[in-house]
């Protein structure tokens, strides 16, 4: 027993036990430890995979992973990490916070990763985090929520390949209040998220000299939306709508059926409609409305060849479905999180010569240590600047309109239309 | 809008969702009233019809009204088919011990729904109506003429919508016809009363049982295909049915078929009704704690005798 | 008879205390989760197992724990200790409330009538989202979970606190179940009408029996906001609520040490057929079904019937 524990290189607690218990002989152990981890440095590096693949989550999970087997593949291909494979660790956390956490140990302590990434759903990041930062496993979240930059988690969980909703939510104050209309009606989901939007874009509306004229929070849990739409008031100018689950299909047919014929300018986050073909029985009225899309679903006609390679490597064709099946539409406007992420995640090994888990602190001050990204095949969102302090990154955002079915770009913002004050310093933090 | 045309439009929303909602309710309360049984996986035959519907249209592939008519047979048919052989395999099994069977029924619950995630997938699939117009609707408003008609902006409803009331109406209907004038219906009807004089008097309970399953089942699935043209079929969708037809079985009385349907209205209007004067969540609140609150002080349910 | 209940409730608190220094890290700390996780099925076994009453609000309870301690220490910048003393106010009083008033139906209507105020409940988190951050929840200052020098948030500090609440409540509830008071629930249990006629107050027995559990669940409630850090919506869901109903049913209800033999089996039953396949709730869902047929007393009721008539 105490023969198998030195040889192998354990971090968790039972070392630090062993080494007040075994004092000289322990000691002597963990520093001939480097070496033996030197001994296989042809290993992989363990990355846990945090993935949704059943629960609420599920179609965001799917498309998580493919898109993360594709950048895996691409960094293996030509060479791995410090000449060392990646082998991805994926584990079901079944979109559930209790889950999320367990997963996190798992990856820590028993499948012994180098780190953990990849978590979408808010609760889930919220409800592992806590348990990644104890365990001392570096996190890198792919949530696009507030969590990280708000402050609210700690120094070993950073979203350095996806912007927050904050960054996004007020970058489209400019746009739709100068070019929709400054009266909006807000209809949200009444969950933490639709709340966040609500309160930031009201603010940046304005500042903008728009107003906010009508909030209509809707349960969680409704299936049936028409009855809320009486609460629009008539002078609304602009309907600003973002929701989430199974039941937004039918909360954009209903908001058609409502309005008709005469119905105010719609700008809506694609959260609302992620994995759902725009081309749908009832989504019609969508046509002429405004999406924001983090990245663009359609290929544009101004295409980069980096976003195309991108788009071919994870098997997405020109409209933003799988190449095999064109009713399986992706989550295009997240999932190049996780391509992203995971080439950050490379540059920060790189940079700091990373070679087992006793260099995990080392990863993250590598990583609080970058700045500014180029757009290219490692970005193929767009070029993002990463602000060490509070482990956000931020990046461009787009703007489209729906026309014949599709939707193409009309604007995409500054990376400075998305920049807020630090919330949160995470590098003054101890390890 | 006006309190008038608001109120009207909610009533409208709310009779759509109590229409359903009294099919899928009525197929609980039939199992209930003649097995005394709770079945905790009635929300998963409801979502099971959706994804049958959905296949059936996107393999039939034609006229969305022929796949529609299609999925209104073939749906309801194979869910309670399904339905029946889970009660041969294990409710039968357990004797229905009411505790086994909700454990079991959980059970059935997660195999049906992971089932349908890894074969019909996570994402919400819609299908087409077989017909919809949007159909605006007047008000009527004193003028200075007198009263005058008028079309509030909003107040409409789609002409599906009706449809599935109607429809609902009808099956429910045809299911009163059933149970008293035919003579399946009249077995059923003796054996909920007392299922050993049932058996005494030769009627194969184990079967009427089965059947019974089955009928509950196919009729969460009837309801399903009337509303996955609004809603969308997805592999969670069986939770809310489950939770809304619990209520109304309850409160209109366990095993009262008039109740479970005067339940349903009531629960299905009061949930838009309620949203005219109410935040949203705190209406879900204020709804749910009303319902808790009848059944405290009227534990029988509306139309439940009270208990000997 | 009572003193091998208690030398079993003490050996089984031993081999826990023992775990921790023989089984490795992941499982040690898993087993520090179940024992959390197991106390809430303990809370639960005394209301459905012993009273007989089925509830499908428990998550309500666990949820009022949850909250009094998380919201206490994070916006009131409470310490541990009183703010876990708060939480089981918190939860005493809910189950109260919620006691009187679904204490006047039985059976299925118990039933829904929990399961509608657990759901009011769940919804009131997300109703005051601005303090909780409804379904997403909020984290506990790691810096705060602690108790005097006692760092809850090591693996060593959480292991040893879950311990020591899991043998507290297992202890308590030894002793309640051998006493008069325990005897009495069963009685009502096996025949209520009898229990009236003999002369007990049903009615208030059954609510104290509510109110302890609903107070052991939210201590459960708070331990796990304070060992793990965080406080969220979906804690209070519909299926918190059916987690200890199953646990106890697998483990046996009416047994003392079933709650945790069903936490650890669904724990693990989800946690090894997860890394084989994807569809692990399917193969939960199998299990489940076979248990109701070939076991269905769980797994200590069982045993008890059929090998150790003595197990508490």
């Given amino acids: 027993m105490t023969r198998k524990t030195l040889l192998k290189p354990d971090y968790s607690r039972r070392k630090a036990i062993r080494t007040m218990g075994l004092g000289a002989g322990a000691l002597a152990a963990s520093t001939a430890l480097p070496r033996f981890v030197q001994a296989q440095s042809a290993a992989p590096i363990k990355i846990g995979f945090q993935v949704h693949r059943t629960g609420i989550g599920a179609s965001y999970g799917r498309w998580y992973d493919r898109t993360t087997t594709a950048v895996v593949k691409r960094i293996n291909d030509a060479g791995g990490i410090n000449g060392r494979p990646i082998e991805i660790i994926a584990e079901d956390d079944g979109t559930d916070a209790k889950r999320g956490a367990e997963v996190i140990e798992k990856f820590a302590t028993q499948s012994k990763c180098d780190i953990a990434f990849g978590t979408l759903f808010s609760h889930v990041v919220i409800g592992s985090a806590p348990r990644a930062g104890e365990l001392k496993l570096p996190y890198f979240v792919v949530s696009e929520g507030h969590h990280v930059a708000s402050g609210m988690l700690n120094r070993y969980t950073l979203q350095p390949g996806i912007t927050d909703v904050k960054s996004q939510v007020q970058a489209m104050a400019p746009y739709v209040a100068n070019n929709l209309g400054k009266k909006v009606t807000m209809i949200y989901a009444d969950f933490a998220f639709g709340h966040d939007h609500r309160d930031y874009f009201s603010a940046a509306v304005e500042a903008q000299g728009g107003e906010v004229v009508a909030k209509i929070a809707i349960p969680p849990t409704e299936t049936s939306f028409t009855k809320y739409f009486p609460q629009i008031p008539r002078e609304t100018e602009v309907v600003y709508h973002v929701m989430v689950g199974p039941a937004v299909l039918t909360f954009v047919k209903e908001m058609g059926e409502f309005f008709g014929p005469s119905s105010p300018e719609i700008f809506g986050f694609i959260d609302s409609l992620e994995a759902v073909d725009i081309a749908s029985p009832g989504l019609e009225f969508l046509e002429g409305s405004y999406f924001w899309e983090g990245m663009p679903r359609y290929a544009q006609a101004d295409q980069t060849d980096y976003e195309k390679e991108y788009r071919d490597a994870v098997g997405v064709d020109a409209n933003g479905a799988s190449v095999t099946d064109s009713k399986d539409v992706s989550t295009y406007a997240h999932m190049f999180g996780c391509w992203e992420t995971m080439n950050i995640i490379k540059a920060g090994m790189e940079a700091c010569d990373y070679q087992g888990p006793e260099q995990r602190q080392a990863l993250i001050e590598a990583v609080e240590a970058m700045s500014d990204m180029p757009a290219g095949i490692d970005h193929p969102q767009g070029p993002k600047r990463f602000n060490g302090k509070t482990h956000q990154t931020f990046g461009v955002q787009y703007i489209s309109k729906v026309e014949g079915g599709k939707m193409n770009v009309v604007h995409t913002t500054s990376i400075e239309d998305t920049l807020y004050p630090d919330e949160v310093d995470y590098t003054t933090q101890s390890f | ?308 | 008879m009572s003193h091998r209940d208690t030398f079993l409730h003490l050996s089984v608190i031993a081999v826990l205390f023992a775990a921790f220094f023989v089984l490795p890290a992941y499982h040690s700390g898993s087993l520090a989760r179940i024992m959390v996780l197991a106390i809430y099925a303990m809370g639960y076994n005394l209301a459905f197992g012993y009273t007989g009453l089925l509830s499908l609000g428990h998550a309500l309870f666990f949820a009022a724990g949850m909250y009094g301690l998380g919201l206490t220490m994070q916006l009131g910048g409470w310490a541990a200790i009183p703010a876990f003393a708060l939480a089981l106010v918190a939860s005493l009083v809910v189950a109260g409330v919620v006691g009187v008033l679904a204490l006047r139906t039985r059976g299925v209507g118990f039933m829904i009538v929990t399961l509608m105020f657990a759901q009011a409940g769940y919804l009131t988190a997300l109703y005051f989202v601005q303090y909780t951050r409804g379904d997403e929840g909020f984290v506990i200052d790691q810096a705060a979970r602690a108790i005097g020098p006692a760092d809850l948030s090591s693996e060593a500090g959480r292991y040893f606190a879950a311990l020591f609440l899991f043998a507290v409540t297992l202890l308590v509830i030894g002793a309640l179940v051998r006493a008069p008071f325990g005897r009495t629930l069963i009685a009502i249990r096996e025949n209520e009408a009898r229990a009236t006629m003999l002369g007990y107050d049903v009615q208030r027995l059954k609510w104290i029996a509510l109110v302890v559990s609903g107070t052991i669940s939210g201590a459960a409630g708070a331990a796990y906001a304070l060992l793990f850090g965080y406080a969220g919506a979906s804690f209070a869901g519909v299926q918190y609520s059916i987690f200890p109903l199953l646990y106890v049913l697998l483990g046996g209800a009416g047994t003392t040490l079933g709650p945790l033999i069903g936490a650890i089996f669904m724990f693990y039953l989800i946690d090894l057929s997860s890394g084989i396949t994807n569809a692990y709730m399917l193969i939960a869902g199998v299990v489940l079904v076979l248990l109701t047929m070939f076991l269905p007393h769980g797994i200590l009721g069982t045993l008890r019937k059929r090998a150790l008539p003595w197990l508490p």
């Fill in chain 2, 1 to 308: 809008m006006e309190f008038g045309p608001h109120l009207m439009l909610a009533m409208l929303e709310g009779a759509v969702t109590a229409a359903i909602l009294a099919l899928t309710a009525m197929g609980l309360s039939v199992v209930f009233g003649v097995m005394r049984v709770v079945n905790v996986a009635h929300g998963e035959f409801y979502m099971l019809g959706a994804v049958i519907a959905w296949f059936v249209a996107a393999t039939l592939g034609t006229h969305p009204a022929v796949g529609f008519v299609a999925a209104l047979v073939i749906a309801p048919l194979l869910v309670g088919a399904l339905a029946s052989l889970a009660d041969v395999l294990i409710l039968q099994r357990i004797n229905y011990d009411p505790e086994r069977t909700i454990v079991a029924t959980i059970g059935l619950l997660y195999i049906l729904q992971q089932g349908t995630l890894m074969t019909f997938g996570p994402d919400a699939r819609p299908v087409e109506p077989p017909f919809n117009h949007r159909l605006a609707l007047p008000w009527v408003e004193w003028g200075e003429q007198g009263l005058a008609l008028y079309w509030p902006w909003g107040l409409s409803i789609t002409s599906y919508k009706l449809f599935v009331i109607v429809a609902a109406a009808a099956i429910l209907g045809a299911l009163w016809l059933f149970m008293t004038r035919t003579r399946a219906g009249l077995v059923m009807r003796a054996t909920q009363q007392d299922s050993n004089m049932a058996r005494a008097f030769g009627i194969p309970v184990a079967r009427v049982y089965a059947l019974v399953f089955g009928l509950g089942a196919a009729l969460a699935a009837m309801g399903a295909v009337l509303i996955v043209p609004i809603q969308q079929a997805h592999y969670l969708m069986g939770h809310d049915p489950l939770l809304l037809s619990f209520i109304v079985v309850i409160i209109g009385g366990l095993g009262s078929l008039p109740g479970t349907i005067i339940a349903a209205i009531l629960i299905g209007m009061s949930d838009g009704i309620i949203s005219v004067f109410f935040s949203p969540t705190l209406a879900k609140i204020l709804a749910t704690l009303a319902v808790a609150m009848v059944l405290v002080f009227r534990p029988q349910g509306l139309l439940g005798k009270k208990a000997a």
